[in-house]
């Protein structure tokens, strides 16, 4: 039965996998969008995995980063309202 899931980064196969993977190499699949598939040894099966490169991503990952930044905190807060 086909089925598909996200391989989180803090598997040591998948960080094996993207420290192999030449980023000006993948195939492009459509505008912003690139990709890799390869099949991985891992569990003692064969899956195939696809890496996806979003060029949107790093800017959502950025502002996720920055969220708590920009949000002001509690002491924050009560030290305005003095």
């Not at 998948?14 to 390869?38: C, F």
């Not at 696809?50 to 807060?77: G, H, K, M, N």
Request: net charge positive; glycine share 4%.
């Amino acid at each position: 039965m086909p089925w598909i899931t996200r391989v989180p980064a803090t598997v040591s196969a998948a960080q094996a996998a993207l420290a192999q993977v030449d980023p000006q190499a993948l195939a492009s699949l459509q505008e912003g969008y690139r990709s890799h598939a390869w099949t991985s040894p891992d569990g003692g099966m064969a899956p195939r995995w696809v890496l996806i490169d979003s060029e949107p991503r790093p800017l959502q990952a950025q502002r996720t980063i920055d969220r708590p930044r920009r949000q002001p905190s509690d002491a924050d807060v009560n030290t305005l309202k003095q």
